[in-house]
């Protein structure tokens, strides 16, 4: 069974940084996309960066130069460094884990497997 448990959530303030982290367990493919996509309440899901088992990442535009997704396969966890954080980056993060495809981004909110969340809030 497939588990991912995502951590690293809290409050900061504008221009703060945080690291979310999400362990993975029980998911045995060596060809996969992982990422982290966020809800904020009364918004649509949304894909924020994606990394495949190449390494090679993706980012939304809103992110780019900002945040930073890594993998570290030895620990089975994947990382989503946020820095300069902004009031609209506030809302509920998750990581996700499927099966690879060409577009590992685009699939992202749609990922088969994926956390409970942890929530990032972001202060004026």
């Known amino acids: 069974q497939v588990h991912l448990v995502e951590s690293g959530g809290g409050s900061v303030q504008t221009g703060g940084s945080l690291i979310l982290s999400c362990v993975l367990s029980?998911?045995?493919?060596?060809?996969?996309?992982m990422g982290w996509f966020r809800q904020a309440p009364g918004k649509e899901r949304e894909g924020v960066a994606s990394?495949?088992?190449?390494?090679?990442?993706r980012y939304a535009d809103s992110v780019k130069g900002r945040f930073t997704i890594s993998q570290d396969n030895a620990k089975s966890t994947l990382y989503l460094q946020m820095d300069d954080l902004k009031p609209e980056d506030t809302a509920m993060y998750y990581c996700?884990?499927?099966?690879?495809?060409?577009?590992?981004?685009?699939?992202?909110?749609?990922?088969?497997?994926r956390g409970q969340g942890t929530q990032v809030t972001v202060s004026a």
């Open positions: 029980g998911f045995t493919y060596s060809s996969y996309c």
């Open positions: 996700g884990i499927d099966l690879w495809r060409y577009d590992c981004f685009s699939g992202l909110n749609s990922s088969a497997y």
């Open positions: 990394i495949d088992m190449y390494g090679r990442t």
